[in-house]
């Protein structure tokens, strides 16, 4: 953490100012630096933090969120909404869309609203289409899909590369905190990928598919059931993605954007899930690298 916090509080509401500003002016590249220099120093600031993943500790550190927030006049339906989802953190689920809806935040006073906005903002009279939309991260950038179906193709090649001459013990070797061996990481994306599939096949067959929320995460330890070795893991998640992506190419360039419901994230398209789960492979590969490091 900077030694002077005052300063570095100062120069991030200073930055986020600049960005607005500069954006009315129309220099919209300037204001992208200055919204990017923000998230880095938040980031930096956060990364060398260690909270806990502990459900109870975790469902703890969101109340201590919500009491901080309270005192700063956050919008109760916000508030509450947290507090539903600690709720389902706390018994060991994930929040539905439901219960922590999509927050919408004025870009220009910061008001928020939980449902899509349709009236000018009250406080600032922006106009509803001008709020900014949160989803839960930045996999749901639709990625074109030629550019998605590439990606996964050239992910399972990558993971081969970086296990290549890797014994079964080294894969199976826990690293010193205790998280995952290569093995977990090899399971969760075979997991992952088995999701994607079943998904797919749901977008083939129907014209609106209900799409249940997975805890794919909490898998990556659950031994049961798995093939035998780290290897054999890999092989079957290989063999899987060749086949979804064999029924990918079957698909016209319209039916990337048929809809469905998903129970966690509400109503998406193939194309974002596609983008989805494709992102969601990039973040495990420097996982996989660093635990051979």
């Not at 703890?60 to 901080?68: C, F, P, S, T, Y």
């Not at 899509?116 to 950038?141: D, H, I, L, R």
């Not at 010193?176 to 977990?184: L, T």
Request: hydrophobic content about 40%.
């Amino acid at each position: 953490m900077l030694n002077d916090k005052s300063q570095w509080t100062d120069t991030l509401i200073h930055l986020f100012a600049l960005a607005s500003r500069l954006e009315g002016e129309g220099q919209y590249n300037l204001a992208k630096l200055m919204r990017a220099a923000a998230d880095s120093l938040c980031r930096r600031e956060t990364y060398p933090l260690d909270i806990s993943g502990d459900k109870d500790k975790l469902t703890a550190e969101v109340h201590k969120a919500i009491e901080a927030l309270s005192r700063l006049n956050i919008n109760a339906d916000l508030l509450a909404a947290m507090k539903h989802g600690a709720d389902f953190l706390a018994q060991g689920k994930l929040s539905p869309i439901t219960a922590t809806p999509h927050p919408y935040v004025c870009r220009g006073c910061g008001s928020i609203t939980l449902s899509s906005p349709v009236e000018p903002c009250p406080t600032c009279g922006a106009w509803a289409e001008t709020f900014q939309k949160f989803m839960p991260n930045y996999w749901f950038n639709d990625l074109e899909p030629s550019a998605a179906f590439e990606r996964l193709r050239q992910t399972p090649l990558v993971v081969e590369k970086l296990i290549a001459g890797l014994s079964d013990e080294m894969m199976n070797q826990s690293p010193s905190d205790g998280g995952w061996a290569i093995r977990n990481t090899l399971s969760h994306l075979r997991d992952a990928q088995g999701v994607l599939d079943f998904r797919v096949d749901l977008f083939l067959k129907e014209a609106h598919p209900i799409l249940e929320s997975k805890a794919v995460f909490a898998w990556a330890k659950n031994e049961s059931e798995r093939p035998p070795s780290a290897r054999d893991i890999f092989e079957t998640y290989r063999a899987s993605r060749a086949e979804t992506l064999r029924k990918l190419e079957s698909f016209a360039p319209s039916d990337w954007d048929r809809v469905g419901e998903h129970e966690e994230f509400g109503t998406v398209t193939l194309r974002q899930q596609v983008s989805y789960f494709t992102a969601h492979e990039s973040t495990h590969l420097a996982q996989i690298r660093a635990l051979i490091q």
